[in-house]
């Protein structure tokens, strides 16, 4: 059965549609930003517009992202996770964001809970395994729900804490809260769900460390995750 593309009920472009959802997702910017920035391209859409593109697009492109990295990790060596946990008001209730990034910063999961106790750690960690297999250590902080769940699993002895040893945890953390100032925060849990997922596909697509290469390596690889982007859902 040939393959159907999701843009085939779409009269605008799939170039602009996926210049517009890496926009959004991509960059701190609001709706009306990302129309602004659109329009001193000569493309006029409305931010609703911009809105609707992002929710039924950008599941689509994170899953096609998430299907070949997992693949890919899966196949190489799981040496080390960090997993923690970001507070998230939604209507003014607390809610818990679980987070895990491997030894690269690479985000792995991202997971929304009313609860931050054991059967809610289980879960998130429960899913992890199923995508990526066990690693050979996992960083956390004190809560102690991380323990009851590895226990449960049978994996008490992956666990590690250490004062300043899962700063990478807490420095993934930042991308996520300045969308979410972007944003003016989260309305329901589902929403949230659904866009941590598909900020954490795009931000490993594009995350290249200027830091660690040099300036000819980098630009090959800006251009190459680019040209891929504009592939995905391709039909």
Same mark, same amino acid.
């Given at each position: ?16 549609? %996926? ?71 939604? =209507? ?6 679980? =987070? ?62 250490? =004062? ?45 460390? %200027?830091?660690?290469? !040099?300036?000819?390596?980098? !630009?090959?690889? %800006? ?13």
């Amino acid at each position: 059965m040939p393959h159907r593309s999701p843009f085939r009920y779409f009269k605008t472009s799939p170039e602009i549609i %996926r210049l517009a959802v890496m926009l959004y997702v991509r960059f701190p910017l609001s709706l009306r930003n990302v129309e602004d920035l659109l329009h001193e391209r000569g493309i006029d859409i409305c931010h609703e517009t911009v809105r609707q593109w992002w929710m039924r697009f950008g599941p689509v492109f994170a899953a096609d992202i998430r299907r070949k990295r997992a693949s890919r990790l899966r196949a190489g060596r799981q040496w080390r996770w960090h997993l923690d946990e970001v507070f998230v008001k939604i =209507r003014g209730k607390q809610h818990y964001l679980w =987070r895990a990034v491997d030894h690269e910063g690479e985000v792995l999961e991202a997971f929304v809970s009313k609860t931050r106790d054991r059967q809610a750690a289980l879960k998130f960690l429960k899913k992890l395994m199923k995508r990526y297999g066990r690693p050979e250590s996992i960083v956390t902080d004190r809560l102690r729900s991380y323990g009851a769940a590895l226990r449960q699993l049978g994996a008490p002895e992956l666990q590690r804490t250490a =004062r300043h040893l899962n700063n990478r945890a807490e420095n993934s953390h930042l991308p996520f809260r300045r969308r979410e100032r972007a944003m003016l925060r989260f309305r329901r849990m589902r929403s949230l769900q659904k866009f941590v997922a598909v900020h954490a596909s795009v931000s490993n697509h594009f995350n290249h460390d %200027r830091s660690l290469s !040099k300036r000819q390596h980098f !630009k090959m690889n %800006r251009t190459a995750a680019l040209d891929e982007w504009r592939q995905l859902a391709a039909a």
